[in-house]
């Protein structure tokens, strides 16, 4: 029997510079499944430097259009090939390709996160509401599709856009369980970490606000900051103003095998973000025996079982997240219980376990 043809239409490729989460999870999950029942096609936007067309991990995949305008591109790609493909799976990130009005092909849609109304604060208003109404769209557009959704929370908010909730799949991203592992000793005094995009909608200003608190409660506790974006400059000018340079060090971007070795020797990895599908650097960090103190919103509460495999705090309480800090530093049998259940949690969401649920929503999907 001839395997099923599947176009993934995403914004950026695996190879794309500015790929993140989103890409990896494509990437790894959808490479294990191509070949086994199914072809896999990649379309994304065209980038300097790379091919028009070529293989990548075994996967054909296709660069089209201008990385602001390839909406237009894909929605009219997709609407010119749809008969040379069984199933088109759609990631709907900040703005739709609406294949739904244009192809007759069976469709998955997915879903990392909606911004919602968090954009307003991420970006200036003309662009934040034109996200804003391009998101609320699918209420209108994808009524009774198949979706899938890479959380609990991010499925609830899929049903809140009026999407049937028998026709939401959930399949977490998976990791590297073998790559992920403790390196290197625990920091002494303490470190808590912070890696990601310095984006203001990543808030890793909350966590160096609570640092003057933090020395309070526990002397020496140093913060290290890794990663680069448009918000580090402000980011800087805060630790300048607050008086905490000796405490707060920036890494700038780093290599997966210097991430490895700061979620080792961290005593804790914060994740202080507004908003996230999941919260994949939550279980990174609980593979290198490091647990996450999270705050309690979508996605991240999702990858922290409160009290159980991390902490989530609130984020309009930081004088809370700082006892809550303070507290499990100093209680080391408790952190030590944490971090055990935290890495058995993790090690059983290898990107294997993720791609056989993925392959089962595609099957179901295909009827």
């Not at 808030?203 to 890794?226: D, H, T």
């Not at 800087?236 to 905490?244: A, F, I, P, Q, T």
């Not at 705050?295 to 309480?317: F, R």
Request: proline fraction near 4%; charge should be neutral.
């Amino acid at each position: 029997m001839a395997n099923k043809k599947v176009l993934l239409i995403n914004w950026r490729d695996i190879k794309n510079p500015e790929a993140g989460g989103a890409e990896l999870y494509f990437h790894e999950l959808f490479k294990r499944i191509n070949g086994n029942g199914y072809d896999i096609t990649v379309l994304a936007h065209k980038v300097p430097g790379l091919p028009d067309e070529e293989v990548v991990d075994g996967m054909r995949t296709l660069r089209i259009g201008s990385k602001f305008l390839f909406n237009y591109s894909a929605f009219f790609y997709a609407r010119k090939h749809q008969k040379e493909y069984d199933l088109i799976v759609e990631d709907l990130n900040k703005i739709p390709f609406f294949t739904p009005l244009c192809t007759k092909t069976k469709r998955l849609h997915m879903v990392m996160h909606f911004f919602r109304k968090s954009i307003f604060r991420e970006t200036f208003f003309p662009l934040a509401l034109y996200v804003y109404l391009m998101e609320r769209s699918v209420a209108l557009f994808y009524k009774k599709e198949h979706f899938l959704a890479i959380s609990q929370s991010t499925a609830d908010e899929i049903r809140d856009m009026g999407i049937r909730a028998k026709d939401i799949a959930v399949v977490e991203p998976g990791i590297d369980t073998e790559y992920f592992k403790p390196t290197c000793a625990k920091a002494n005094p303490p470190v808590i970490s912070y890696v990601g995009r310095l984006m203001k909608y990543k808030n890793a200003q909350f966590v160096i606000n609570a640092m003057p608190r933090l020395k309070e409660l526990v002397p020496g506790i140093r913060l290290e900051v890794a990663g680069g974006g448009d918000y580090r400059g402000e980011l800087e000018k805060l630790v300048k103003d607050l008086g905490v340079a000796d405490a707060v060090k920036f890494l700038g971007r780093v290599s997966e095998d210097e991430k490895r070795d700061l979620l080792s020797r961290s005593t804790l990895f914060i994740n202080p973000s507004f908003k996230e599908g999941w919260g994949i650097n939550n279980i990174e960090a609980n593979l290198c025996g490091t647990i996450s103190v999270s705050n309690n919103v979508a996605g991240l509460k999702d990858s922290v079982v409160d009290g159980v495999t991390g902490i989530l705090y609130e984020n309009d309480d930081p004088e809370g997240f700082c006892q809550k800090v303070a507290s499990v530093i100093q209680d080391k049998e408790r952190l030590a219980t944490l971090e055990k259940n935290a890495k058995e949690r993790a090690l059983s969401m290898s990107w294997d376990a993720m791609a056989a649920k993925m392959h089962a929503v595609l099957d179901e999907v295909m009827g």
